[in-house]
């Protein structure tokens, strides 16, 4: 893409996100303060605002942060291992040597990640999904020659923008990014900005002084990514940098094997391409409660500090209402406080029931305990069933906008770096033609297969009981018992390592079958034995046969 064509795709973007962007800054000032208003400019660190004085209740505040914690520790806790490696083939899926391929590569995988920034980033953007219904993190190799492991960076929306490919994907992708000459200077060296920028650096005046630049990931039209190594000009999506204000180009184009930047949505909006999330859902009610706090406190000031009633003639003095001061009226009874009849008490329920109402709009009674004595068994399972129904479409779509991406790139980089086990000679066409399939093993996602768990234990326990009835026996041969095992297996997230490939379990059912005949021949030796034995004393008591 030529510089003229970045920004003219770029203001398009900008020009076509006005009205979304409205109800951005709202949300972002009553419940993502501290993320970046949409429409204020901030050229220097001393106009960035810190107070928030506006906000008078923060359950939408504190009810946003818990749904996103709730959602990263359900969905990509750092203490487990939350995705599995696979092939399509499930029969190469049960080959030893595969398995254990795909779990020392599952496990470099996932050590990657926790080795980087990744979980401090996720939680901004999980943040971001629950607050404005999309978000961007982008994933980078910070030296894929010389490994120095993967650095992610969610980035403010507001800063954002990007094209759509035909599955709902990031075609093209551009940042407005603020950058002083230092800055700069400090990236791409002298021979990479214009002169004018190195005298701003030079000058303490204008060293400080922020710049618009554009940061376009664009798609390489007739590139295929399916050569590696490459050179950057050989690689599907480039890069560049451009300098707003003269329209020139900083450094050197860039180039990507992958699109590096992922756009994960809470849920897809009708005719636009951004989400909706649970803050524009419960934004009347945030505000309506903003504005009910805001009268409570007013009203209590009269209450603490309560107006004054005199009469026209009562009072000889001014009014002081200072500590220790002195006011002369003319009848003591002249003087009164007012008193307020407001009615604290209607406002305080009709608060709680607002509240009550955000916090539901959060899912916070869903991913909370409730205030009792430990649940039992039935009450979580039943929790976790109803969390998963609730929040079962927005994680399809994050597996979609997010997780499967991620992990994709996670493994092109570390198998690019040779930070991966050696693939077996067997893979080799498998992995560079039809790569991966990822599947998920995080709490939530587990919770979700429990109800196909139960349906296996209830039909198994079903099938068992109608085969003692006469005429029912032989529905037993009916359930496969290897395939049943394998699949709960996979379901509860065992590590393939522990399960045996068919050829195991094939080898180990030989052997006892061996043993068994084995021991069914000595047993048959020992009974042939004994019975020999019986033979000859009963022989040699019989008449004729008396032992002398």
Known sequence: MTLSEIKRRFDSLVSDRTSIENTWDI???????????????????????????????????????????????????????????????????????????????????FQALQDSNFNREANETYLDIVGFGSSVIVEEAENEVD???????????????????????????????????????????KEGIPKNILEMAADSGQVNTKLDIIFCIFRRKGVKNDKFPATIEQREFGSKYILVKESVQLGKEGGYYEMPAFVPRWRRTNNSKWGHSPSMFALGDVLTLNELVQLILKSLEKVVNPTTLTTERGLLSDLDLASGGVSVVRNIDDVKAYESKARFDVAELNREKLQDQINRAFYV???????????????????????????????????????????????????????????????????????????????????????????????????????????????????????????TGQMLGVPLVMVNSIDETKRARTQRKQAEQRQQTLQAIETLGSASKDIATAQSLAPGGIPQ
Request: hydrophobic share 40%.
């Open 27 to 109: 949300i972002e000032k009553f419940i993502m303060p501290y993320r970046g208003d949409f429409f204020q400019k901030n050229p220097t660190e001393n106009s960035v605002e810190w107070g928030n004085r506006d906000v008078y209740d923060c359950t939408a505040i504190m009810a946003a942060q818990n749904l996103a914690s709730a959602l990263q520790g359900s969905i990509t806790p750092s203490s487990i291992k939350w995705f599995e490696l696979s092939f399509e083939d499930s029969k190469l899926n049960l080959d030893l040597e595969v398995m254990r391929w795909l779990e020392q590569s599952g496990k470099a995988c």
């Open 147 to 189: 490994w120095d492991g993967l650095n992610f960076q969610s980035v403010p929306i507001r800063e954002c923008y990007f094209e759509e490919d035909s599955k709902g994907g990031v075609y093209n992708f551009y940042r407005n990014l603020k950058y002083t000459p230092v800055q700069l200077l400090d990236k791409f060296g």
């Open 365 to 487: 009674d869903q991913f909370s305990l409730k205030q009792t004595p430990a649940m039992t068994a039935a009450e979580v399972h039943a929790r976790m069933e109803l969390m998963n129904r609730l929040i079962g479409p927005t994680l399809s779509r994050l597996q979609n906008d997010f997780l499967d991406p991620l992990i994709q790139r996670t493994f092109n980089i570390l198998l690019r770096a040779n930070q991966l086990p050696p693939i077996p000679e067997k893979l080799q066409k498998e992995v560079k033609e039809r790569g991966i399939k990822i599947s998920y093993v995080s709490p939530l996602y587990r919770a979700q297969l429990s109800d196909h768990i139960g349906a296996v234990q209830q039909w198994l326990t079903i099938l068992g009981a109608m085969s003692e009835v006469p005429g029912f026996q032989d529905i037993l041969d009916i359930p496969n018992a290897d395939e049943i095992a394998r699949g």
